[in-house]
């Protein structure tokens, strides 16, 4: 009986995160964005570690290949956000105009 409690509580909990995150992220800034999203890396670096060492237990096939997929998910959703967030800085580097361009090659 104690199981099926917990899991029902985890299951709350997670919807109800869920819905928080969802509501939060929905109502955020677009200026906002490429900082909530190093946020969201540096979140998904902890994630990294929690799920290697569920993998790195091997308690059972089961949680082993959770943990691992986990951990695949944490990395790809890293490495994503750095390329948005990489991407979206791009958008608001100022491009060479002639007159810096000139400035430059005549202070050489």
Do not use: C, Y
């Not at 091997?58 to 998910?73: H, M, P, Y």
């Amino acid at each position: 009986m104690a199981t099926t409690l917990d899991l029902w509580s985890m299951a709350f909990v997670f919807l109800l995160a869920t819905f928080v995150g969802f509501q939060v992220i929905q109502n955020v800034s677009r200026l906002l964005h490429t900082p909530l999203m190093s946020l969201t890396n540096a979140i998904s670096a902890i994630a990294v570690v929690g799920s290697l060492i569920i993998a790195g237990e091997q308690k059972t096939v089961l949680s082993t290949v959770l943990g691992a997929v986990a951990v695949a998910a944490s990395v790809t959703n890293i490495v994503s956000g750095f390329l948005i967030t990489d991407r979206m800085l791009k958008m608001f580097k100022r491009s060479p105009s002639p007159e810096r361009e000139n400035l430059r090659s005549s202070a050489r």
